[in-house]
């Protein structure tokens, strides 16, 4: 089946404090990073940028401007997908540590008869409803997944579950609100999502293999 990657980078890093996916990590920017393990999982990859910016990493298919929210930015890459394309993987930039092995993961799944595909880990923290310093309840962690990127769909259903341009935090929602068959496979803890400036120490870490220098 022919795979084709979106790898999301338009985001202004608003937490961060600016767009982190452009940010120095061990000699390449982050977003070079997730470009081109993409890039070596999937035979085609969209970047999604923001407005005025070149891309300068890794060879991709196509790169396109981005939109105001996550959903938009994945709407314009979906646009720049060639039409050949069988599974379409949504990655952030900003996920600089997924690996190839995560990749095949996700489109091995949809290949299997998924919808979507997601990887998750188990939620080990204890999860509370607050509202302003005020605990409302205590979540029953059972059953709780924390989802990462890349995720994988059979790309009619993507397209379908864009189609009336919906907002979500993720693709899958999209999918799960349509009904779709949405799989988890074991997500990585090594795949963080870059947040934080600390985030960026810990990727630092964990790319040369525990020395943080
Ligand atoms: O903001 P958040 O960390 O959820 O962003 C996840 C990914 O989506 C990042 O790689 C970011 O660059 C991207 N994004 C985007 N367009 C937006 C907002 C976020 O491509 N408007």
Redesign the pocket.
Known sequence: MRTCAI?????????FGA???FVPLRGARV?HH?VAVAGASCDDVVV?L?ADTTWDGPPVTASVT?????S???RCGLAAVPDDADVIVVH????PLASSALFRAVVAAVETGADGAVPALPVSDTVKQVEGDRVVETVDRDGLMAVQTPQAFRAEVLRKAHAEAPEA?DDAALVEALGGAVVVVDGDPRNI?I?TALDLELAMALLSGGDAA
């Open positions: 790898v999301v980078a338009a985001g202004a890093g608003t937490r767009p982190k996916q977003a997730a999604v923001p981005g939109g105001v929210t996550r938009e930015s994945v952030d930039a900003a996920r935090t999502k947040t």
